[in-house]
Structures are given as C-alpha cells and as structure tokens.
C-alpha cells in the first residue's frame, strides 16, 4: 500500500483549491466578498480588479479557475471585457455576478461565453454552489435563468432585436445608449472612430431605430440600462 508523503498531501491540498479573482467597482463589495470567501475551505482569493480593462489584465498576469465579475462598471464593463476574457483564458471560468435582474442579461451573456450568472440578490450559499460548479469546468444555471432559456426555447423565433446582435454589436449598442461619443468608445474597445460609425449605422438598421436618443430609449424601455 503507497503511503502519501508530507509533500503529496500539501500538493494534493494545493490542487484543490479553487483559485477566484473578483472584479466588482465598488470596494465594498469586493471586500466583502473577499471575506466571505476566505472563509469557506477549499477556495482562495488571488486577486483583485475594478474595472472590465484591469479583469483582462488580471486573468493574464494570474493563474485562476474563476473570475467572478460585475456587469456594470466604469470606462470597459464586464461585458466588454467578457470576449476578450474568454479568448485570452478559455479555461477560466466566468461567472457574472450582476444586479440586473437575470432576464435582462443572463441568457445573452451565456451565449456569449459567460459560464454562469447570479443576481446580487441571491443567496451566499448560491455562491459559492455556482463556483464550485464552474470550477468543474461545468457551466451554472440557476433555476432562473433555467426558466428563462425555456421560456426562449418556446418563444422561438420571437427574442427581441437586441438579442439577434454579435458581441461588438451589442457593446457598442449599450455605451451609445449610454451617451459615450464615437470617440469614448473607440477608446475603450481599441477601435477606430470609422468603425464605430459603421457599428452605429447598423445598429440602428438592426433595431429599426433612427437616432442615438432612440437607442437610448429603448434600451431603457429593455432595461438593459438604469
């Protein structure tokens, strides 16, 4: 019988844990998540972001199984960091925790490459069940946006025009509803002025609206921004 040497067993300890970065804009919420999750076993906090650009820096400069991250928050959110992410780290899982309520963003955000999404209303518990899951490499679906992909699977053909959008689209469609200039988003999203033009234009192609203002409003009217 192989007995496990001192070195196994902390290499056996150390592969189990579960590596978590945080990504929220508000310190206070970082913070405590941080405390709450290191106080559960088996998982551990290896670092920390407040914005969607420094998330991407983040999951480059540090080895991690999950990145719980926010939706909304100043110059590149969480969903324009979301992507770039899952390209650069297609192993991380990403699991978006949001205080939009799950029907406004949830299922886009899976299609899109996020491996889960909590409202911050939900349980601690629900948490950490939810990293748990994605640490497996499995994807998390709570029973509300369980309901709601069944709700789109009977609806068909029917999801509204802002769900039919690519990625870029979609970015760029949520910072002009916002009020950002050609310029502010070209920054952000590492584009040129023209192409965000050409971005706007078939936007509003898209979503059979006229003006930057009718974006506005419908998004609004969508509640995809306060």
């Given at each position: 019988m192989h007995i496990q040497g001192e070195h196994e067993e902390e290499t056996a300890m150390h592969?189990?844990?579960?590596?978590?970065?945080i990504v929220d804009d508000h310190a206070?919420?970082?913070t405590a998540l941080l405390t709450f999750l290191s106080e559960q076993i088996g998982i551990k906090v290896v670092g920390q972001a407040s914005s969607g650009r420094e998330a991407i820096d983040l999951v480059r400069n540090v080895a991690m199984d999950v990145l719980l991250m926010d939706l909304s928050m100043p110059g590149q959110s969480g969903i324009d960091a979301l992507?770039?992410?899952?390209?650069?780290?297609?192993?991380?899982?990403?699991?978006?925790?949001?205080?939009?309520?799950?029907?406004?963003?949830?299922?886009?955000?899976?299609?899109?490459?996020?491996s889960g999404y909590l409202n911050k209303e939900c349980q601690p518990d629900e948490i950490l069940?939810?990293?748990?899951?994605?640490?497996?490499?499995?994807?998390?679906?709570?029973?509300?946006?369980?309901?709601?992909?069944?709700?789109?699977?009977?609806?068909?053909?029917?999801?509204?025009?802002?769900?039919?959008?690519?990625?870029?689209?979609?970015?760029?469609f949520l910072k002009l509803a916002r009020g950002a200039t050609a310029?502010?988003?070209?920054?952000?999203?590492?584009?040129?002025?023209?192409?965000?033009?050409?971005?706007?234009?078939?936007?509003?192609?898209?979503?059979?609206?006229?003006?930057?203002?009718?974006?506005?409003?419908?998004?609004?009217?969508?509640?995809l921004i306060d």
């Open positions: 592969d189990s844990i579960i590596k978590v970065g206070i919420v970082r992507t770039m992410i899952r390209a650069k780290a297609p192993d991380v899982g990403i699991l978006i925790l949001s205080a939009y309520p799950e029907e406004q963003y949830a299922t886009s955000l899976i299609r899109k490459g996020a069940n939810a990293i748990r899951t994605v640490a497996l490499g499995k994807r998390y679906i709570s029973p509300a946006v369980a309901d709601l992909l069944a709700r789109q699977l009977n609806r068909g053909l029917e999801a509204p025009p802002h769900e039919q959008l690519s990625d870029r689209e979609f970015q760029v310029s502010d988003i070209a920054r952000d999203l590492s584009l040129s002025v023209k192409t965000v033009s050409t971005y706007r234009t078939r936007l509003l192609e898209k979503l059979a609206l006229e003006s930057n203002s009718d974006l506005t409003y419908y998004a609004l009217k969508n509640s």
